[in-house]
């Protein structure tokens, strides 16, 4: 690999996937970064903003912030060092150590994205939240992450926090951001303490085994779990943001998740800035309108976004692209759930440019495996694994170890060769969790797939999420994305509910597309279909009709939700629930 800060690979979606893979080492992908000056290390914050500072991006603008009424805010790769450095200093001066956490809980706002990266400059561990989270999620995690010092506005703070302070004793202090009333112990205005604060900080040496950044999982399949990074992750974010997301330094790109979710720390903040990219940042809630506005209006690039909002796009029909000047924009990509085939076709008929899937999780720290813009798309398939990453399918063995499964198209667990930068290095207090999901080399992730002869991976579904029916093993994204299919249908959750003669039996929960009616002619419609395309031993055999899905606020369909609901079991942890019908 050369030591070229400009390309990685020198034109868009132009470097050979199989010498890349021969060729690369973690060792000398580090060398595409600077580290600290006289080798004091690596720390995010140096390689995302501050190497940036000085040089030829300074006046670069690093963040555009589109605020909700409207505002537009463009902060360079200067003003965000500056800004970034004031947060620091007045991480020092209210005595918070090296180590201690630092949580942030507001909207995406600019300071935000300042007290994020001020806090890793810090040495400090930073921890995003939803700014959506009710004052139970704030308060175990602020418990489990001990945070010492919280972000967040005057409003969320009475609403949410006031309430919770009792139960989080170690948080010392809370910065408020804007105007408002708020009172409380340790209350801090960001004006007066950030503010105020000189712009000039030096990070102190950072190893890059340091901790850096706790996020917490998306609650798809339970408890939450905080998810430990180091340093040294940026590596991982820097170079995957350039093979997979395709970042070049000329690119606007846009990653539409929030930092509450890991896509919206990685890649919604760090691995544009580390490549030295324009990187929007929109406080805006989805709404297709206005989200086809910014990629006209800011000239999109490069643009990252996830399967509910594609299908939430779908709903809404092709005409309201056309009508739009897109010609900027060059690659799109989708992450978090998987991407249904159709969604992938869709891509095509209404920007002319296919949605590419990757696939990774809050514990890999980045994208593992990716349909490239150097190799043709499977729809449906996840892509391959990145350069540096061994992926393989696996089955578990009774003595704790595991065996990797060669034979193409065989199922079984997805599974990751120890050792790139960016793994989760624990799961705070929760030694035996992160213990289990080791065998040997390998991380296990939980998730099923297969890998065909060509090397691209499928995803079959979570292995909590798999359905056993009559001796066949059935991944509920097949029978998901075969519904979908039907153009009445917007989207679908499958869930195996337990059935005396076939063990579970496949039960599935729709919502329409506008101009549908959810009625007993559709749902025969739908059992039909599904039966053409699947087979009667897969198809679903009961079909509910809704509104809407329960979703975390990361936007994943909770299948276990359905399932419990369905049961009359205990609903389990739902702290990360967002929308809902019951
Ligand atoms: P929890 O671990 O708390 O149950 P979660 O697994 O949903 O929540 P995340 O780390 O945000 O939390 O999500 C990672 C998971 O999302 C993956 O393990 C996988 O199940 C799913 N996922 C992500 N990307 C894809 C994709 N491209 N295709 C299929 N599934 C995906
Ligand atoms: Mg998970």
New binding site residues.
Partial sequence: MRKDRDALHPSPNLFDYAEERETFSWERARELLDGLPEGKGLNIAHEAVDRHADGLLADKVAIRWLGKKGERRDITYRDLSAETSRFANALRKLGVAPGERVFVLMGREPELYVAMLGTLKAGCVASPLFSAFGPEPIAVRLAIGDGRVLVTTPGLYRRKVAGIRDQVDGLKHVILVGEGEAEGPGLHRWNAVVGNAPPDFTIAPTDPEDMALLHF??????R??GAIHVHQAVVAHHVTGRYALDLHRDDVFWCTADPG??TGTSYGILAPLTNGVTSIVAEAEFDAESWYEILEREKVSVWYTAPTAIRMMMRQGTDVVKDRDLSALRFMA??????NPEAVVWGVEAFGLPFH???????TGGIMIANFAALDIKPGS?GRPLPGIEAAIVERGEDGGVEVIDEPMAEGELALRKGWPSMMRGYLHEEERYRKSFAGEWYL???LAQRDADGYFW?VG?ADDVIKSAGHLIGPFEVESALIEHPAVAEAAVIGKPDPTLGEMVKAFVTLRPGHTADEAMRRELLGHARKRLGAAVAPKEIDFRENLPK?R?G?IMRRLLKARELGLPEGDISTLESDEK
Avoid: A, I, Y
């Fill in positions: 999982t998306s609650g798809t399949t339970g939450p779990k979710w890991v989708s992450v978090g759930e998987p991407l899937d990757n696939w990774w999780q809050t514990e996840m992730t939980g998730d995803f979570r975390t990361s994943k």
